[in-house]
């Protein structure tokens, strides 16, 4: 799908990029303060695996809606090579977006749901509530949710 270089998405979304670029770096910083701690002076970090796992999880999440947004992410066109028609070939595309995004919705609503259950609930080392964790996945799927209500509307607006 052709992108604008003005993408008000891409964008909005380069911060993400740049809390991506953070998060490498702070978990290599703590990896590698756990080495050093563990193999020189004996002592284990107990917070390091920790706010490893935090921000390798939100990496994730939010990785995939930046991914998502810059047309990153696999695609297989078997289908899709095999069909001639522009307007069949359009139909394939929004069922595929109307597929995703009702995957993205579930996982909106039910991430919402489980944040609200473990919210009460603190970590064991660092004691921030658990939910924070979690809230990784709903965030990240209303992320891509924007994305590909996008493309729906590129799929059959002026850009198409």
């Given amino acids: 799908m052709p992108q604008k270089n003005n993408d008000f998405l ?7 990029e740049l809390l991506l670029i953070s998060g490498v770096i702070t978990v290599f910083a703590v990896v590698l303060l756990e080495v050093v701690s563990r193999y020189i002076f004996r002592q284990s970090i107990a917070w390091g695996a920790e706010v490893c796992q ?31 028609s522009p307007l069949m070939k359009k139909l394939l595309l929004l069922a595929g977006d109307l597929a995703i995004l009702l995957f993205l919705a579930c996982g ?15 970590t064991t080392t660092l004691q921030i509530p658990a939910g924070i964790l979690y809230l990784a996945f709903p965030i990240g799927c209303a992320l891509m ?13 002026r850009e198409a």
Avoid: C, S
């Avoid at 994730?60 to 899709?80: D, K, P, R, S």
């Fill in 108 to 122: 909106t609503a039910g991430g919402v749901r489980l944040v609200q259950k473990t919210w009460g609930m603190t």
């Fill in 54 to 84: 935090t921000i390798l999880v939100w990496m994730t999440f939010l990785g995939a809606a930046v991914a998502l947004v810059g047309g990153e992410h696999m695609e297989i066109n078997v289908v899709m090579d095999r069909v001639n």
């Fill in 10 to 16: 891409k964008r909005a979304y380069r911060p993400l």
């Fill in 145 to 157: 949710a924007a994305v590909v209500l996008r493309n729906i509307v590129r799929l059959f607006g």
